[in-house]
């Protein structure tokens, strides 16, 4: 070949290719472009037939390439670098061009708003209306569309969210676009409440003022009345001139002189200006202790015995106005306003320790103590006639009738009733049945007042009046010298 025709052929060596992005959808400037559109502009070969073009795709993020004459376009997101090689077939040389980007098709999630600081806790009320995206991704843009409240006129997406600076309610949405320019789904609207206006300066007194009938700033009580406070608002008290605040009322103060201030905060955080100071002095008197305190409703037949079978009440010859007993079960701690089934264990005896309370909340350093027995126990009885006569199934007596009587014999009232428990009478009264048929049934009344369950009826035909001499009644084992009901011998009921 002449040097003529080898210097033609080497002026038809290519130009290097030239590749770029037919549209960058991200950030222009990057080092690595970043875009959702994988499109390539490639220079062309010049018009030469012994020049090829090799277009070698690789993912190099798994290592996996493509080869072709032609680029073609990746499809899964990943970084990718497309060599270009031109070749001259007849000598052997080429020229290469070599391009590198990230392919992003993924939207970004969807961002969430919060505010950085709801002063009120959790109710998305609050003094401070700066707004944070949650889930924005780095570098992506963040945008911002306010759609309601206060001055709100028309909605537009913006990066720079508005100064909130207005009270109102506010809705607010957010979304993002990622580097590569994918843009999020909008988020749930996002809606929040600015209060930054404080609530008006209060007003403080004295709930209790002139323990002796004067309004005088001095009192015997605890307690403070405010005025100027909306629902929602908390109130809160100083006793060392605004140094320390708690939400708690001062109560049980000690004898002194004393200042209170307070103040409000609002369902948004927002602080009152504090009150005016409110002097007031604390005169307590420490009560004597209960006078002669005693059980108002013994259950029994002697309603001073101590026995019952209803939970004590008491009360006392003299009580001040304004203030009340307490009472606690001997051998516990609580002391309670009213004494209830909770505070005793089982039947038994006990003692109730009682102090009376002032209506200042003072509480006496005397008590007295009261003691009585509890029995709830409903005991059975069972009735034997002894002096009938049974023929054919039938039981007659011809005099008063005689029972034997199964009680627990400790002081119980027995009762008979003639017609099925609607009326009942003592034993005794057992003398005074006429000529007929009876079908009887007893019980019995215990000392606490518990009354028995009924006996099985006991049938019978009295025959006969009972002679004035003869007051038959009952047979029971009463002990020497033991008394029956109401104080009587067992003599007095014709007992045997």
Do not use: C
């Amino acid at each position: 070949m002449s040097s003529a025709s080898s210097f033609a052929r080497a002026a038809a060596t290519p130009l290097k290719p030239t590749i770029a992005l037919v549209e960058d959808t991200g950030v222009t400037g990057e080092f690595v472009p970043i875009t959702s559109k994988a499109a390539l502009t490639i220079s062309d070969l010049a018009d030469l037939t012994n020049f090829t073009r090799t277009v070698k795709v690789v993912n190099t993020v798994d290592g996996t390439s493509t080869s072709a004459p032609a680029y073609s376009a990746p499809s899964v997101s990943g970084t990718y670098q497309v060599v270009v090689s031109d070749v001259d077939t007849v000598t052997g040389t080429s020229v290469t061009a070599v391009f590198t980007f990230t392919l992003d098709l993924d939207a970004p999630v969807t961002p969430t708003l919060r505010l950085v600081t709801d002063t009120s806790g959790t109710d998305l009320i609050t003094s401070d209306g700066t707004l944070v995206a949650v889930g924005a991704e780095a570098g992506a843009k963040v945008e911002y569309l306010v759609a309601g409240g206060p001055g709100t006129t028309t909605a537009t997406w913006t990066t720079t969210l508005p100064d909130f600076t207005v009270d109102g309610k506010y809705t607010v949405f957010v979304r993002q676009t990622d580097a590569a320019g994918n843009v999020s789904e909008i988020s749930d609207k996002f809606v929040f409440t600015l209060d930054k206006t404080p609530p008006a300066k209060p007003v403080v007194a004295l709930a209790f003022d002139g323990s002796d009938g004067t309004i005088d700033g001095i009192t015997d009580k605890d307690g403070f009345t405010v005025t100027g406070n909306a629902s929602g608002d908390v109130i809160e008290y100083s006793l060392d001139q605004g140094v320390t605040w708690t939400a708690a009322a001062p109560d049980k103060l000690a004898n002194g002189d004393y200042e209170v201030l307070v103040r409000l905060k609002d369902v948004a955080g927002n602080t009152s200006p504090a009150s005016d100071p409110l002097p007031f002095t604390i005169n307590k008197t420490v009560p004597g202790g209960p006078d002669n305190p005693q059980i108002t409703n013994d259950s029994g037949a002697d309603d001073s015995d101590g026995i019952t079978n209803e939970i004590p009440t008491l009360e006392t010859d003299t009580l001040p106005t304004g203030a009340k007993l307490q009472f606690q079960v001997k051998g516990t701690t609580a002391w309670v306003d009213t004494l209830s089934a909770s505070d005793f264990a089982a039947d038994g005896s006990y003692t109730i320790v009682v102090r009376l309370v002032s209506a200042n909340g003072s509480v006496s350093l005397v008590t007295e103590e009261v003691d009585f027995t509890l029995d709830t126990t409903v005991e059975t009885i069972a009735a034997t006639l002894t002096n009938g006569t049974t023929a054919n199934g039938k039981t007659t007596v011809s005099t008063t009738p005689v029972f034997d009587i199964d009680d627990d014999g400790s002081g119980a009232v027995v009762e008979f009733s003639t017609d099925d428990g609607a009326t009942w009478q003592t034993i005794d009264k057992l003398s005074t049945l006429k000529v007929g048929d009876y079908a009887l049934i007893f019980h019995q009344i215990d000392v606490a007042g518990n009354i028995s369950t009924d006996s099985d009826a006991v049938t019978f035909t009295l025959t006969n009046g009972a002679p004035d001499d003869d007051r038959g009644g009952i047979s029971r084992d009463i002990g020497s010298g033991s008394d029956g009901p109401g104080g009587l011998s067992g003599s007095d009921f014709g007992w045997f």
